[in-house]
């Protein structure tokens, strides 16, 4: 049967509104558990080594108990939404505490601390969400990267936490305040530490050199989007006014098409491919929602010659085709309602694609989406059976009057997922973790298990490498072991 999105319970409706605030393959290796890894990958950028939460590994264990997998180890943090970094036997989470933002490193066997650098904060979010980074470190063999709230660019040395250079961006480029600080996390491109700094006039992009922080280009700003068609009837070209917030909270993501290197851009306003040696740039796409409290946050997808974008308030969704020249593109198809990502960026499978739509928690769904069409194939809260013998237990949980058991939040929300070993991973807002098998035909969830720790908002991205699931909260990191265990 056709999953479609299921009526919610009247009581937990009311509920949930009363309870809302608003790499490269490595050699196997020895763990501290009774197992080893499988063949695996490190997780050092955010959304791993294929951008967008693709992970190549596999022999992963596909019953959970209902406890959920064996945890590892967990270890105290502080706020934050970035996702943690994994390269080799280290795992780098950006947090913060008190008045400092904190970037650590612990070991991934064990989730000792092995160094700790941090530098003053005053960010305080306007919006009332946490105070924490936004941005997840960008690991490499020698060198962590970070991005703070603030725009303190930082680049540290990935053996000992010892600074090697760092730039106030707020301070270097003129700025304007946005919505929930700083949030699009840096990439690495040819030697070239690729940023969205958001610095007016057309400083949105900006390029340095990656072992000394120099800056090496500048791109993107009003001789991108001044007087560019709109297809608003209130203002049907854009003026620029000087104010605007350039960026949003999309990271960028370097690909090629057409045999050309690029990158793409999902800034405030739309679409922008630049050259990465000049900063020159290829083409633009407007793509913004008409209210001004607005963001775009999914990064762009790509898959062959085309790319998919999508944004919630009313923006949905388009399918574009890159020219060969890489010049221009032309759309697919475009459509307001049937995918509006908030913030997960939505993952594709052979001809289809897969991600969470709506604004807001209540009434946003998983959908299973026909790519050449942009057609709705399946929708689901995450939630398919009975909901009579479950009540509300707390913010985050449910009781359940068959089994006499406090069981996790029945839907999802807006969740993040990766893609591992066939089967998606969700995190809902909530804090329910589950496995699920999700095809054009049908949705099924496998196993779903609640952490104590992981609470809303959960919003965080799910890393995986060599086995290993590492969950963040605003107060813990977690490390669940998803390896099949050793025969004896």
Same mark, same amino acid.
């Given at each position: 049967?056709?999953?479609?999105?299921?009526?919610?319970?009247?009581?937990?409706?009311?509920?949930?509104?009363?309870?809302?605030?608003?790499?490269?393959?490595?050699?196997?290796?020895?763990?501290?558990?009774?197992?080893?890894?499988?063949?695996?990958?490190?997780?050092?950028?955010?959304?791993?080594?294929?951008?967008?939460?693709?992970?190549?590994?596999?022999?992963?264990?596909?019953?959970?108990?209902?406890?959920?997998?064996?945890?590892?180890?967990?270890?105290?943090?502080?706020?934050?939404?970035?996702?943690?970094?994994?390269?080799?036997?280290?795992?780098?989470?950006?947090?913060?505490?008190?008045?400092?933002?904190?970037?650590?490193?612990?070991?991934?066997?064990?989730?000792?601390?092995?160094?700790?650098?941090?530098?003053?904060?005053?960010?305080?979010? *306007?919006?009332?969400?946490?105070?924490?980074?936004?941005?997840?470190?960008?690991?490499?063999?020698?060198?962590?990267?970070?991005?703070?709230?603030?725009?303190?660019?930082?680049?540290?040395?990935?053996?000992?936490?010892?600074?090697?250079?760092?730039?106030?961006?707020?301070?270097?480029?003129?700025?304007?305040?946005?919505?929930?600080?700083?949030?699009?996390?840096?990439?690495?491109?040819?030697?070239?530490?690729?940023?969205?700094?958001?610095?007016?006039?057309?400083?949105?992009?900006?390029?340095?050199?990656?072992?000394?922080?120099?800056?090496?280009?500048?791109?993107?700003?009003?001789?991108?989007?001044?007087?560019?068609?709109?297809?608003?009837?209130?203002?049907?070209?854009?003026?620029?006014?000087?104010?605007?917030?350039?960026?949003?909270?999309?990271? *960028?993501?370097?690909?090629?098409?057409?045999?050309?290197?690029?990158?793409?851009?999902?800034?405030?306003?739309?679409?922008?491919?630049?050259?990465?040696?000049?900063?020159?740039?290829?083409?633009?796409?407007?793509?913004?929602?008409?209210?001004?409290?607005?963001?775009?946050?999914?990064?762009?997808?790509?898959?062959?010659?085309?790319?998919?974008?999508?944004?919630?308030?009313?923006?949905?969704?388009?399918?574009?085709?890159?020219?060969?020249?890489?010049?221009?593109?032309?759309?697919?198809?475009?459509?307001?309602?049937?995918?509006?990502?908030?913030?997960?960026?939505?993952?594709?499978?052979?001809?289809?694609?897969?991600?969470?739509?709506?604004?807001?928690?209540?009434?946003?769904?998983?959908?299973?989406?026909?790519?050449?069409?942009?057609?709705?194939?399946?929708?689901?809260?995450?939630?398919?059976?009975?909901?009579?013998?479950?009540?509300?237990?707390?913010?985050?949980?449910?009781?359940?009057?068959?089994?006499?058991?406090?069981?996790?939040?029945?839907?999802?929300?807006?969740?993040?997922?990766?893609?591992?070993?066939?089967?998606?991973?969700?995190?809902?807002?909530?804090?329910?973790?589950?496995?699920?098998?999700?095809?054009?035909?049908?949705?099924?969830?496998?196993?779903?298990?609640?952490?104590?720790?992981?609470?809303?908002?959960?919003?965080?991205?799910?890393?995986?490498?060599?086995?290993?699931?590492?969950?963040?909260?605003?107060?813990?990191?977690?490390?669940?072991?998803?390896?099949? *265990?050793?025969?004896?």
């Amino acid at each position: 049967m056709t999953p479609h999105q299921l009526p919610l319970a009247t009581l937990l409706v009311v509920t949930l509104t009363s309870f809302s605030c608003a790499a490269e393959p490595q050699a196997e290796t020895k763990s501290s558990s009774n197992a080893t890894t499988t063949l695996g990958e490190d997780w050092p950028v955010f959304l791993g080594p294929s951008g967008i939460g693709l992970s190549s590994e596999t022999g992963l264990i596909k019953e959970w108990p209902a406890a959920g997998p064996p945890e590892l180890w967990q270890a105290e943090v502080g706020t934050g939404y970035s996702a943690p970094s994994v390269r080799g036997n280290r795992v780098v989470c950006h947090h913060r505490i008190g008045d400092e933002e904190i970037v650590q490193c612990f070991d991934v066997t064990n989730g000792k601390t092995l160094w700790k650098h941090s530098n003053p904060s005053q960010f305080s979010d *306007p919006y009332g969400y946490n105070n924490g980074p936004r941005c997840s470190p960008l690991l490499t063999e020698t060198l962590c990267y970070t991005f703070g709230a603030e725009g303190r660019l930082l680049c540290l040395n990935l053996e000992d936490g010892k600074l090697i250079w760092e730039r106030k961006t707020h301070e270097d480029f003129n700025v304007p305040t946005a919505f929930f600080g700083v949030g699009a996390t840096p990439i690495l491109e040819d030697g070239k530490l690729i940023v969205l700094v958001g610095g007016q006039p057309n400083s949105g992009v900006v390029a340095f050199d990656a072992q000394s922080g120099k800056t090496l280009w500048e791109s993107c700003g009003k001789e991108t989007w001044n007087g560019v068609a709109t297809g608003w009837r209130r203002q049907e070209n854009y003026e620029w006014t000087g104010e605007e917030m350039i960026v949003s909270y999309s990271s *960028p993501i370097a690909v090629t098409i057409h045999g050309k290197r690029q990158i793409l851009c999902l800034l405030r306003h739309g679409l922008v491919s630049l050259d990465p040696e000049t900063g020159a740039e290829n083409f633009h796409y407007w793509f913004r929602a008409q209210v001004h409290e607005s963001v775009n946050a999914a990064r762009p997808v790509v898959i062959g010659n085309r790319i998919l974008l999508t944004a919630a308030y009313q923006t949905g969704a388009a399918y574009l085709e890159v020219a060969e020249d890489s010049k221009s593109v032309k759309e697919i198809w475009r459509d307001t309602e049937n995918l509006l990502c908030h913030w997960s960026t939505p993952i594709p499978v052979g001809k289809y694609i897969y991600g969470f739509s709506g604004r807001h928690e209540n009434g946003s769904t998983l959908r299973c989406l026909e790519l050449e069409t942009g057609k709705v194939v399946w929708e689901t809260t995450g939630w398919e059976g009975p909901l009579d013998h479950l009540s509300p237990a707390s913010s985050r949980s449910v009781k359940n009057s068959k089994t006499d058991t406090i069981d996790p939040w029945p839907y999802y929300g807006r969740g993040s997922s990766i893609w591992l070993d066939g089967q998606f991973l969700i995190i809902g807002e909530r804090g329910t973790v589950a496995l699920i098998e999700a095809t054009p035909d049908h949705f099924h969830e496998l196993n779903r298990f609640k952490p104590n720790q992981l609470n809303y908002p959960a919003w965080t991205a799910p890393v995986l490498s060599r086995g290993r699931l590492f969950l963040r909260s605003e107060t813990a990191l977690m490390c669940y072991d998803l390896r099949k *265990p050793t025969k004896q």
